[in-house]
């Protein structure tokens, strides 16, 4: 196997109360080589094999690699948002819980399993919302707006969600601030801007903004993909509200990773353009044989692509770091006991406003039921 190559990755730091002006960070991404053909049906067999020895579960995002989404589901485990996976290994007999994403959603699965133990293929593999959120500065942030209901988005750290009154997801995030404006609420909003003036405008709240943002959804580029629209009129729109204003303006469906693969189902619709990560292409094609998918433009003019549509840090989980920490047992994600106690309670908070909307949030391997599945929850 070849050295993982170490590549730099930037986004965007918040404007800080000071008003210092935003900074351009550096991050880095390990990116795994690809295995042979050969290499890859043998890791595929070893994981297999070590996952029953270990009795233990594997649960997936729909951005990873195709291959461990379906390792994933042929193994009796989960490929799903982050929220479901959590959930799924929390119903799971499993003890040990094997998380391919990012660390906010180990740690997710962390908090709601603290009785199990969660590895991860590789834990470096993190998400820009969550680096551009630190919790000591979103601490005194939040110290700085005592009247505000603090509300934060499933992408953030432990830390962050232990500080907050509520979590949300992208599909859930809506109906929560309806009802917190409604009981005359002032918010708190963190992390990504472009998720939060998109709530802001549809329910006309009063929220503060942290300026973070996804550098995948970020580049999608507004200009460029009203001229790919025009070279596909009959596509339907499908975009992430993390997605600048300019590009979900344009969409026929704004949603979660669950409610777009489910928009794929409707009959009258043959082609579709994508404003989310590249990696859940693989499961709306699963979902749709025989349809069109297009990605929304991250290029064009004054483009920089930092992302070219797909998460770095995801792009870090691989089948052969996924064979090593099942071999091993390193990788393991630890979250501070009183932390977690903390964090559950935001994330319980949210739970309860779902059930309370008799929202059906299991999950189920019929796609074409996935519309209703994932009606009132689910996050990026």
């Known amino acids: 196997m070849e050295t993982p190559v170490i590549k730099t990755v930037q986004f965007d730091l918040p404007k800080m109360n000071n008003g210092a002006c935003i900074n351009t960070a550096d991050a880095w991404a390990r990116v795994p080589a690809a295995p042979s053909p050969a290499e890859k049906a043998e890791l595929k067999e070893r994981i297999k094999r070590l996952l029953k020895e270990k009795q233990a579960v594997l649960v997936a995002h729909y951005y990873v690699d195709a291959d461990?989404?379906?390792?994933?589901?042929?193994?009796?485990?989960?490929?799903?948002?982050?929220?479901?996976?959590?959930?799924?290994?929390?119903?799971?007999?499993?003890?040990?819980?094997?998380?391919?994403?990012?660390?906010?959603?180990?740690?997710?699965?962390?908090?709601?399993?603290?009785?199990?133990?969660?590895?991860?293929?590789?834990?470096?593999?993190?998400?820009?919302?969550?680096?551009?959120?630190?919790?000591?500065?979103?601490?005194?942030?939040?110290?700085?707006?005592?009247?505000?209901?603090?509300?934060?988005?499933?992408?953030?750290?432990?830390?962050?969600?232990?500080?907050?009154?509520?979590?949300?997801?992208?599909?859930?995030?809506?109906?929560?601030?309806?009802?917190?404006?409604?009981?005359?609420?002032k918010i708190l909003w963190a992390p990504d801007r472009h998720l939060g003036s998109y709530i802001q405008k549809q329910t006309g709240a009063d929220m503060l903004m942290w300026q973070g943002s996804c550098i995948v959804h970020d580049e999608f580029k507004g200009i460029e993909l009203e001229l790919l629209r025009k070279e596909h009129p009959?596509?339907?729109?499908?975009?992430?509200?993390?997605?600048?204003?300019?590009?979900?303006?344009?969409?026929?469906?704004?949603?979660?990773?669950?409610?777009?693969?489910?928009?794929?189902?409707?009959?009258?619709?043959?082609?579709?353009?994508?404003?989310?990560?590249?990696?859940?292409?693989?499961?709306?094609?699963?979902?749709?044989?025989?349809?069109?998918?297009?990605?929304a433009p991250t290029a064009g003019n004054s483009a920089t692509c930092k992302s070219c549509a797909h998460c770095p840090w995801m792009a870090m989980n691989s089948l052969q770091n996924l064979a090593d920490v099942l071999e091993t047992g390193r990788n393991e994600i630890h979250v501070d006991p009183e932390i977690g106690r903390k964090a559950y309670t935001c994330i319980d908070r949210m739970l309860t406003f779902a059930a309370q909307l008799k929202a059906n949030v299991r999950p189920s391997s019929d796609l074409a039921k996935e519309q209703n599945l994932f009606s009132g929850i689910g996050p990026a």
């Not at 189902?265 to 979902?287: R, S, Y």
């Open 68 to 185: 461990l989404q379906d390792l994933a589901e042929e193994t009796g485990g989960c490929v799903s948002d982050s929220l479901e996976m959590a959930r799924f290994g929390r119903d799971h007999p499993a003890k040990t819980l094997v998380v391919a994403g990012v660390r906010f959603m180990g740690e997710t699965s962390k908090i709601l399993n603290p009785n199990k133990t969660v590895l991860m293929p590789d834990l470096d593999a993190t998400c820009s919302l969550d680096l551009g959120c630190p919790a000591d500065e979103f601490a005194a942030f939040c110290d700085a707006h005592p009247d505000r209901t603090v509300v934060v988005y499933a992408n953030t750290s432990a830390a962050v969600k232990a500080r907050a009154d509520w979590m949300v997801t992208s599909s859930i995030g809506l109906k929560i601030v309806e009802h917190l404006h409604a009981q005359g609420k």
């Open 234 to 295: 009959n596509a339907k729109v499908l975009v992430h509200p993390e997605s600048p204003e300019a590009v979900v303006a344009q969409a026929d469906v704004v949603g979660s990773t669950s409610q777009l693969i489910a928009a794929t189902q409707v009959p009258d619709a043959n082609e579709f353009i994508v404003a989310t990560d590249n990696g859940i292409l693989h499961k709306m094609k699963m979902a749709a044989p025989g349809k069109i998918f297009i990605e």
